[in-house]
């Protein structure tokens, strides 16, 4: 029975950790990551980049994503701190179209014939199994969605992390589901400091 165990657990990591989300950072390597643990989200003036508050934008999906983070980020020990934080905050989310190689599986038609067998008289069916042909390739079109998490130093406007991910969007809008992944993966990778 251990034996067992010793065999199923590592093939269920490598499962679960090849089915979640992939995030990456880039971080500047002179930031010691371990003093942060106060943040605030950055609110520019309307014509920076890093505006939380943009128009054309979504603001429920905007919300959700803030909130999702905070609550990450304060079950990591960090705390919220509008006064003089160690970081600012900043999402972002493009959301682009592009092309996607489909390859799809190709069978020939499965077929039975029927032969007459004069010993017994009777017709005798032979089925011959479909069998693999190759592969029909298209393309079809898929909404990505990029969500980016920005951390700068105060008061200079320097990027010292930067973590982001990239999903597919099933339907017109980030659902909640798709949200809650993406920040989870972003948050794993700046745990990693």
């Known amino acids: 029975m251990k034996s067992y165990i010793r065999i199923l657990l590592p093939v269920l990591v490598i499962f679960f950790s090849a089915c979640m989300q992939q995030a990456y950072q880039q971080k500047d390597n002179s930031i010691d990551f371990s003093t942060i643990n106060s943040y605030a989200w950055a609110e520019g003036d309307g014509d920076k980049n890093y505006d939380t508050r943009r128009h054309k934008q979504n603001s429920l999906r905007d919300t959700k994503i803030m909130q999702t983070v905070d609550r990450y980020l304060l079950a990591h020990g960090w705390t919220i701190n509008k006064v003089n934080p160690d970081v600012y905050l900043v999402f972002d989310v493009v959301e682009d179209l592009s092309q996607q190689q489909v390859n799809t599986p190709v069978y020939s038609q499965s077929y039975t014939r029927w032969y007459?067998?004069?010993?017994?008289?009777?017709?005798?069916?032979?089925?011959?199994?479909?069998?693999?042909?190759?592969?029909?390739?298209?393309?079809?079109?898929?909404?990505?969605?990029?969500?980016?998490?920005?951390?700068?130093?105060?008061?200079?406007?320097?990027?010292?992390?930067?973590?982001?991910?990239?999903?597919?969007?099933?339907?017109?809008?980030?659902?909640?589901?798709?949200?809650?992944?993406?920040?989870?993966?972003?948050?794993?990778?700046?745990?990693?400091?």
């Open 116 to 193: 007459y067998n004069p010993a017994s008289k009777r017709w005798v069916p032979i089925y011959y199994p479909s069998n693999f042909i190759g592969y029909k390739t298209s393309t079809r079109q898929v909404k990505e969605g990029t969500l980016t998490l920005t951390m700068m130093a105060p008061g200079t406007d320097k990027i010292v992390w930067q973590g982001w991910t990239t999903s597919e969007f099933y339907g017109k809008r980030m659902s909640d589901e798709k949200i809650e992944k993406d920040v989870q993966a972003i948050i794993s990778e700046l745990k990693k400091n």
